[in-house]
């Protein structure tokens, strides 16, 4: 496959493949798409799950969604700049328990 570019990308419980053009690669070294504002936040681990969505939203006006997922819960694989997802141990579970990203 001759001009073509693989990319693997974690992000929380998932791996993210994408396929394309090599002239096509990503603006960022993890092949994620390029987004603007803070991309992270481990320091919210350990903190109560709705307090950390407000601070996400605070620091990034850019992200518009933040979900509380359940750790291993099935959800979609498209990489999106305006979405978090705050990941809890269970649904019952109400404190992160991994650090939120965006995608």
């Known amino acids: 496959m001759r001009g073509l570019t693989a990319t693997a990308?974690?992000?929380?419980t998932a791996v993210l493949f994408a396929l394309g053009p090599a002239w096509a690669a990503?603006?960022?070294?993890t092949g994620s798409p390029s987004c603007a504002?803070?991309?992270e936040w481990p320091e919210?681990?350990?903190t109560e799950a709705t307090r950390a969505q407000e601070v996400i939203q605070r620091e990034n006006p850019n992200v518009t969604d933040t979900t509380i997922t359940p750790l291993g819960s099935p959800v979609t694989t498209d990489y999106r700049c305006d979405r978090v997802r705050?990941?809890?141990?269970?649904?019952a579970d109400t404190t992160v328990a991994a650090t939120p990203r965006v995608g």
């Open 9 to 12: 990308t974690v992000v929380g």
């Open 26 to 29: 990503s603006a960022s070294d």
């Open 86 to 91: 705050v990941p809890v141990e269970e649904k």
């Open 44 to 46: 919210l681990v350990g």
């Open 37 to 39: 504002g803070k991309q």
